[in-house]
């Protein structure tokens, strides 16, 4: 039933508005160099962006869903064709009161066809109109950001505290206002009854595996594990720079706490790096077996837990693919729901040199996965992986 109801939520609809992984600890892991060519799953394009800032070869974002590649084909548009306060004001503030105007007149005609249907519907997420009146509430987990927040400052009364929270001047300040002012309201009976149901868990795009995981893996359960995970967050890592949950709280971003992306110093140097950026509706598997490209960096985000319970045949696919593609410098990034990924090691593939296990093949940098994964600002994953090809798995 939840398998169901989640292909109801998610067919016809945005379902990321911003992307919810955390690019500093991909770019530490990766050390991208400009003969890279980077794979990432699409997502709402923010990472890709930061990818393609790093001066590399190409980035090859990569979704099955349209629509979401639909978002990050206005970003392409809106960053080839509008001076940097234009583009500021539709993906920094989520709103422009000209949206529809510039749609139109400069953003539709750069578009491919399949994002100028989108968005020839949808383009009013920018109008900044109605209750949910920023771009950051729109899709399926802006609506739940907006859920949440209507909940806390109407019938909480709690605006002018969360707004004493974000501006804590120190990070001490900021877990002791949590803690005293903040966690027991937020953290209700009513709250926590609403976490732990599956249409919630759908509105964010968690598929009913990765809640398995988490329910099977973690100590009390998928609402304590939420719950720790809110507490990490808001008390352990500075809430003012920690754009991913601000942009939800406020439905904006600000200059000073923002992807690269939209950070206007980076502007003219993405304008002239934009058009290293492809995009493309497919499965992994099926990019990699079509590119032209030889792939070296590949940012898998956590689609794997899903695959390996639900598509296992085609996660052995994936990988033969991947392995087919990769050049010898390859480094697999990905993430999970789980504590650990109990799935991969096992799997068997195929090489150039005939079958072989999976677990063979690859090198786990554990110990940079440590280190980088608690100070990840999403903190909403179970596990970080940085894997990398043992010498002679792949030639040039």
């Known amino acids: 039933m939840h398998q169901k109801i989640f292909q109801m939520v998610h067919r016809g609809n945005l379902i990321y508005n911003t992307c919810w992984e955390d690019p500093v600890l991909d770019q530490v892991a990766f050390g991208l160099k400009p003969h890279d060519r980077v794979l990432v799953i699409t997502s709402a394009g923010c990472n890709a962006l930061d990818y393609l800032l790093a001066g590399v070869a190409g980035v090859h974002a990569v979704d099955m869903n349209p629509i979401q590649n639909s978002l990050l084909e206005l970003k392409k548009a809106a960053i080839r064709e509008l001076d940097f306060d234009e583009f500021w004001k539709f993906f920094g503030e989520g709103c422009h009161p000209r949206a529809r105007e510039i749609y139109n007149k400069r953003l539709r005609p750069a578009l491919p066809e399949y994002a100028r249907i989108w968005w020839d519907r949808k383009i009013g997420y920018f109008a900044g109109k109605g209750w949910r009146n920023s771009f950051y509430y729109r899709g399926t987990s802006g609506l739940f950001a907006k859920l949440v927040m209507t909940k806390l400052h109407l019938f909480s009364r709690m605006r002018g505290v969360i707004q004493e929270f974000l501006n804590a001047p120190t990070l001490e300040k900021q877990a002791e206002i949590w803690i005293t002012k903040i966690h027991k309201k937020v953290m209700t009976p009513s709250m926590r009854w609403f976490l732990g149901r599956q249409f919630t868990m759908t509105l964010l795009g968690v598929p009913g595996p990765q809640i398995q995981q988490i329910r099977d893996q973690y100590p009390g359960g998928l609402v304590k594990f939420i719950e720790d995970c809110i507490l990490v967050v808001s008390t352990k890592l500075p809430i003012k720079s920690n754009y991913f949950w601000r942009v939800y709280i406020e439905g904006r971003y600000h200059r000073d ?140």
């Open 257 to 396: 706490a923002c992807p690269s992306y939209l950070k206007e110093e980076n502007f003219a140097k993405l304008k002239g790096l934009i058009e290293r950026l492809e995009i493309n509706t497919n499965t992994v598997e099926g990019f990699l077996k079509t590119t032209p490209h030889k792939i070296n960096k590949f940012t898998l985000l956590d689609h794997m837990d899903w695959m390996a319970r639900k598509n296992p045949k085609g996660l052995v696919d994936e990988w033969n693919a991947l392995l087919a593609n990769a050049r010898p410098d390859t480094v697999i990034l990905y993430r999970s729901a789980g504590l650990h990924v109990d799935f991969l090691d096992e799997l068997q593939v195929q090489t150039a040199k005939g079958p072989a296990k999976l677990g063979d093949l690859l090198i786990h940098d554990k110990v940079l996965a440590a280190e980088l994964h608690p100070t990840d600002r999403v903190h909403t994953y179970g596990s970080f992986y940085i894997s990398r090809l043992k010498p002679g798995t792949v030639t040039e």
